[in-house]
């Protein structure tokens, strides 16, 4: 499977971003999605994550009740709205595809594809 992210960009703390993530080339209803960051200098790392079927939802602590994972399965896209943004959440975002139905779906090696990322940049 292909993905495309698009969405990022420059924003004041405290506003609002959504990320897109287009997929294509495969069977997207059947993979669990995540969104990941990187920051520079630091390692990538987990943002949030929505399972293939159930469309239940994962989200990192620094994240949770700012950010919303969904998907619609028949645009075949995932979506990360960001709220209330913060200057650390500055990181180049990433989006992944992934079979793995356990708890591994933290871990971004478990996910066997990903798109090009897109920077989001939050100023103070």
């Known amino acids: 499977v292909q993905l495309q992210a698009c969405g990022g960009g420059l924003v004041q703390a405290g506003g609002s971003l959504r990320l897109d993530c287009a997929a294509s080339?495969?069977?997207?209803?059947?993979?669990?999605m995540g969104w990941f960051r990187q920051a520079p200098g630091k390692e990538r790392e987990y943002v949030a994550a929505?399972?293939?079927?159930?469309?239940?939802?994962y989200y990192a602590d620094s994240v949770k009740g700012r950010f919303t994972i969904s998907r619609d399965n028949t645009k075949n896209t995932v979506y990360l709205q960001m709220n209330r943004l913060k200057p650390e959440d500055t990181a180049v975002y990433y989006c992944?595809?992934?079979?793995?139905?356990?708890?591994?779906?933290?871990?971004?090696?478990?996910?066997?594809?990903w798109g090009q990322g897109t920077l989001v940049t939050v100023s103070s």
């Open positions: 080339g495969g069977t997207f209803s059947a993979y669990t």
């Open positions: 929505i399972r293939a079927i159930s469309g239940v939802t």
């Open positions: 992944a595809a992934t079979m793995v139905v356990t708890s591994g779906i933290y871990y971004p090696s478990n996910y066997g594809y």
